[in-house]
């Protein structure tokens, strides 16, 4: 059974910095794309960043391009989304995504990715 399990929420200040894990069981990942997705109350889930198969891409949204970082530990099963210069609007539920296993594209969309943690939140204060 998959399972990815986020962690590292948590309340930070304007312009802190948080990192976020996920760990990835049932399964290995390390030839799939990840992805990290977040959702705001009363708003759509909305892409934040993605890692190709073997991170042979990254793509990032335009609001944290720059101030995040996506990355992985193939051999702990482990990604990482490292976020740095944190905004209030970044508050919001976080998500890890994975793909399904050899596919080359990377999804910025929710359709992409069929397997799904229970989410982390952050709150960014002002």
């Known amino acids: 059974q998959v399972q990815l399990v986020e962690s590292g929420g948590g309340l930070v200040q304007a312009g802190g910095s948080l990192r976020l894990s996920c760990a990835a069981s049932?399964?290995?990942?390390?030839?799939?794309?990840m992805g990290w997705f977040r959702q705001a109350p009363g708003k759509d889930r909305e892409f934040v960043a993605a890692?190709?198969?073997?991170?042979?891409?990254?793509l990032y949204a335009d609001s944290v391009k720059g101030r995040f970082t996506i990355s992985a530990d193939n051999a702990e099963n482990m990604v990482y989304l490292q976020m740095n210069s944190l905004k209030p609007e970044d508050t919001a539920v976080y998500y890890c995504?994975?793909?399904?296993?050899?596919?080359?594209?990377?999804?910025?969309?929710?359709?992409?990715?069929?397997?799904w943690g229970q989410g982390t939140q952050v709150t960014v204060s002002s």
């Open positions: 890692r190709g198969w073997g991170g042979s891409r990254t």
């Open positions: 995504a994975a793909g399904r296993a050899y596919i080359r594209v990377v999804f910025t969309t929710t359709t992409g990715y069929p397997y």
């Open positions: 049932g399964r290995t990942f390390s030839s799939a794309a």
